[in-house]
């Protein structure tokens, strides 16, 4: 129902004259209010590791766009090899931070060995062409899709909506 101006002026001069009666909920809720007060909750995730779990796919993400740009400026025979040793040692090094937190899904070592047969595709192609500049950007992107991987598959559950 659509009020006009002074329908709407009328019915608030009404309702403030009428006396006022306190508004009672339908049920009490205060037994529900005290229990939530008194009984512990399970303790959402620490703050500390919602945000060290952040800050290592930051950090992850910074170091690839840095070794992207670091290794694009390197001769073209050395890059491919310093990219791979340096995404090894990220890759193995999240492996070891995470062998103890369980994965959130069941596949993700299968996805990851589809990237590995990217990688090595992508590798056996730079034997050809060492030079060729789209090719070590491939390479980077599989690198970078492997941690990302890692890091989501990983990652704590406040990302989940």
């Excluded at 009020?3 to 339908?26: G, R, V």
């Excluded at 090094?93 to 062998?99: A, S, W």
């Excluded at 090595?120 to 060492?130: G, H, R, S, T, Y």
Aim: aromatic content about 6%; overall charge neutral; charged content about 20%.
């Amino acid at each position: 129902m659509k009020m006009n101006k002074p329908d709407f002026e009328q019915f608030l001069t009404q309702s403030l004259q009428q006396p006022q009666h306190p508004i009672a909920p339908e049920k009490d809720l205060w037994p529900g209010i005290e229990r939530a007060i008194t009984v512990p909750h399970k303790a959402p995730l620490k703050a500390s590791h919602r945000y060290s779990t952040l800050i290592a796919v930051v950090a992850c993400s910074a170091a690839t766009l840095l070794a992207i740009q670091l290794f694009m400026n390197q001769p073209k025979s050395q890059s491919m090899l310093a990219m791979s040793d340096y995404f090894t040692k990220q890759k193995q090094g999240l492996l070891v931070q995470y062998q103890n937190q369980p994965a959130l899904t069941d596949n993700w070592q299968q996805q990851l060995n589809e990237l590995e047969e990217a990688e090595v595709a992508i590798k056996q192609a730079l034997e050809n062409e060492p030079e060729n500049p789209a090719l070590l950007k491939m390479l980077a992107q599989v690198y970078q899709q492997q941690l990302d991987l890692i890091n989501k598959v990983h990652a704590p559950k406040w990302q989940q909506i």
